[in-house]
């Protein structure tokens, strides 16, 4: 019984959070992310193009590429952030320390899995875009990725800028 309870708690405060944070974006507040405006994601875009030398076919190519991604990677980070939420709310929950651990420890493997799903999406978009460059435009993009590794590694050199909150 008191299991039963505990889950419809859990059910409830789920869908309390999500309605909330729906709420907030309606009423233009952010949410714990910041993210990148429409205006920022122009600039960058913009600014990425320009340095490569993108042709007017090329940029056309390279949009087309990045909505197929984001449609294929959509449901998958709608699952990761459900399972995300779900290990929050199993840590926040009064279950025995090991019937916990026992849920984390499947969780954990469910989003270890929707994370190689979305990073091979990730990998073949690059794969798709650079298949549109030409041999110096693919050259730029090397160096552009080197000099965002330097920067990255500058930023966290400890990699803890990458670690999640989940575990």
Known sequence: MKKLLILTLAICLSAFSVNA????QQKGIPSNAP???DVEKAKKESHF???LGLTDEQKQQAKELRVKSFEKIKPIMTQL???EQEVRM???S???PQAQQEKLNTLYADIKVLRKEAHDIRIQNMKDFESILTADQKKTLKEMKKEGKKHYKKRCPNKKCKQQNLK
């Open 90 to 92: 199993i840590k926040n």
């Open 81 to 83: 952030k459900a399972k």
């Open 94 to 96: 009064k279950l025995a």
């Open 49 to 51: 193009d320009q340095k």
């Open 35 to 37: 993210k990148m405006t």
């Open 21 to 24: 944070n729906e709420v907030n």
